[in-house]
T-cell receptor, first 115, second 114 residues
Framework: DTGVSQNPRHKITKRGQNVTFRCDPI?????LYWYRQTLGQGPEFLTY????????KSRLLSDRFSAERPKGSFSTLEIQRTEQGDSAMYLC?????????????FGQGTRLTVV | AQKVTQAQTEISVVEKEDVTLDCVYE???????LFWYKQPPSGELVFLIR??????QNEISGRYSWNFQKSTSSFNFTITASQVVDSAVYFC???????????FGTGTRLQVFP
């Protein structure tokens, strides 16, 4: 297992288009998180899954954002009708709840630019 | 509400200097975790340390050391004899006990010059 994998690494899209990102967590991890990081800021929590259940969503996650984790493995984050304010780095992380809480391991992120 | 404050936006040092990055947190939970992550220019967040709220022992790992003080709600990070490879943005973060959801500070950019 090589860690958390995110695809694509970079995405440029026109305003109004839909985009979808994929995250493959570390295989034995049952928790998966999405964060958004804008320039000069720390990552901000968007949502998280335990297995296939989406347990929490931030108020930052507008109706245009949707995340899924079918079968409790990989996850997708879709942004509909993108806006310039959606330009950011989208980070995925995974962790395991089996050991009573561990550090989250992050992927390299998907950098989204909306033009 | 939970909050993490990293008041130092940017620090510049010359190689071999010691440097301390400050982190102050707020939480109402009695059980929580504190973290430090490093983000090099490549962008990936690299885990450095996790500390639970019941363990106030300071920790040393090579040139890195961490000072956790519940009385002042601080979790400071010191790099001894800094190196150019230490140049990165460092984030302090806090998580609740029952989830690994992280609340990050705004980060401190460390530049180490040769």
């Amino acid at each position: 297992d090589t860690g958390v994998s995110q695809n694509p690494r970079h995405k440029i899209t026109k305003r109004g288009q839909n985009v979808t990102f994929r995250c493959d967590p570390i295989s034995e991890h049952n928790r998966l998180y999405w964060y958004r990081q804008t320039l000069g800021q720390g990552p901000e929590f968007l949502t998280y899954f335990q297995n296939e259940a989406q347990l929490e969503k931030s108020r930052l996650l507008s109706d245009r954002f949707s995340a899924e984790r079918p079968k409790g493995s990989f996850s997708t984050l879709e942004i509909q009708r993108t806006e310039q304010g959606d330009s950011a780095m989208y980070l995925c992380a995974s962790s395991s709840s089996w050991t009573g809480g561990t550090e989250a391991f992050f992927g390299q992120g998907t950098r989204l630019t909306v033009v | 509400a939970q909050k993490v404050t990293q008041a130092q936006t940017e620090i510049s040092v010359v190689e071999k200097e010691d440097v301390t990055l400050d982190c102050v947190y707020e939480t109402r939970d009695t059980t929580y975790y504190l973290f430090w992550y490093k983000q090099p220019p490549s962008g990936e967040l690299v885990f450095l340390i996790r500390r639970n709220s019941f363990d106030e022992q300071n920790e040393i790992s090579g040139r890195y050391s961490w000072n956790f003080q519940k009385s002042t709600s601080s979790f400071n990070f010191t790099i001894t004899a800094s190196q150019v490879v230490d140049s990165a943005v460092y984030f302090c973060a806090l998580s609740e006990a029952d989830t690994d959801k992280l609340i990050f500070g705004t980060g401190t950019r460390l530049q180490v010059f040769p």
